[in-house]
């Protein structure tokens, strides 16, 4: 049996996992810029941090896609309520006068 620490097949699993981590990261990064810009952009214009009929719409468009793309709709639900959260949060602190 090949020891799993040094399996050729494993290894490349792991590489691909690693970009594929090294992607979200940067994606991630580039959606929390714009969103940073969002939350001034409320806060100059005395617009409420939070946007509920956006999320939810946002939230249903991405079940969809999570669904075509053989995602679990719900995972990707608590996913995007995770990061919605932290932007809020973001926004609300940008309003307070924090430099984020």
Do not use: C, W
Request: glycine letters at 4%; proline letters at 6%; aromatic letters at 6%.
């Amino acid at each position: 049996m090949t020891d799993p620490v040094h399996d050729p097949q494993l290894d490349e699993f792991r590489s691909s996992i690693d970009n594929i981590d090294a992607a979200l990261v940067h994606l991630l990064a580039e959606r929390f810029k714009v969103t940073k810009a969002v939350g001034r952009y409320k806060a100059t214009a005395a617009l409420p941090p939070a946007d509920p009929v956006r999320e939810e719409i946002q939230i249903a468009r991405l079940r969809s896609m999570a669904e075509d793309a053989g995602l679990d709709p719900a995972f990707t639900e608590k996913f995007l309520r995770f990061i919605v959260a932290e932007v809020i949060h973001h926004h609300q602190r940008i309003a307070e006068g924090e430099q984020l």
